[in-house]
């Protein structure tokens, strides 16, 4: 019997922001969360983001578990063409049993408030509603639910808003603004996140890619030379106890 495949969801101007995300969600976990250890997708983190939407067009036709590299894309391609939803990824890496986990959702913002969708093994490290007030907020609820694991999270990673226009050749920026949130203390790690939503929100952060290629833009402490972009796909979602 051929596995039922789920129907892509389409916004109707009778839908909330919120029930449209939440729509989108549904979606992704009817897909469901990928166990097998092989990735059905490849996705290069360096891609134009007009190549990134093809994936997400073949995600929405093979119906396939997708991990939470793949959703974050599929997240941008489901809400591409609603302008008041600004998309932006936040990466997690974290410490757990000797071992380090790296994660990442879609963060949202839409009407002052923020929130995401993503997937994950685990359900409280994926999408959130649409109601933090901040930025912080909405980044600290996520260290919060990693506790529960006993994961400590060691730095967080935010990009920038991805453009509303899928044919566009520019790659999205992963990681505008890097935090070693372990050696920092709340107080400063929220003073960090809050300038750099400011500066989101006022649209005057340029990809640092846009500069030079080799720059990454750290607020945190000590950060460690970049890594050679390898494969960022596989390691992404390897292992994440997320």
């Known amino acids: 019997v051929q596995p039922s495949v789920p129907p892509v969801p389409n916004y109707k101007l009778s839908m909330s922001i919120p029930e449209w995300l939440q729509a989108i969600q549904t979606y992704m976990k009817l897909l469901q969360y990928n166990h097998t250890g092989t990735q059905f997708f490849e996705i290069r983190k360096t891609r134009p983001l007009s190549g990134l939407m093809e994936t997400a067009k073949e995600m929405t036709r093979e119906s396939l578990p997708i991990k939470c590299l793949e ?38 913002y839409c009407n002052g408030r923020y ?67 372990s050696k920092m203390m709340r107080t400063e790690v929220r003073k960090e996140l809050e300038k750099f939503a400011r500066d989101m929100r006022m649209k005057i952060l340029k990809p640092s890619s846009a500069h030079s290629p080799m720059k990454e833009r750290s607020r945190g402490k000590s950060l460690s030379p970049r890594r050679r972009q390898g494969s960022p796909q596989r390691r992404a979602c390897r292992r994440d106890k997320s």
Not at 79 to 91: A, D, H
Not at 116 to 141: A, C
Request: charged share 20%; net charge positive.
């Open 115 to 181: 929130g995401s969708l993503g997937m994950s093994r685990r359900s409280d490290l994926m999408d959130k509603p649409l109601t933090y007030r901040t930025l912080s907020d909405l980044i600290f609820e996520f260290e919060d639910s990693y506790k529960k694991y006993l994961h400590s999270v060691k730095k967080v990673k935010i990009g920038l808003y991805v453009p509303h226009e899928p044919h566009s050749f520019q790659p999205i920026e992963w990681k505008q603004l890097v935090l070693n949130v």
């Open 71 to 108: 959703a974050v894309i599929l997240g941008i391609y489901l809400t591409n063409g609603q302008p008041c939803v600004e998309r932006f990824p936040i990466s997690f890496k974290t410490h757990f049993s000797g071992n380090y986990f790296h994660h990442v959702v879609l963060g949202i």
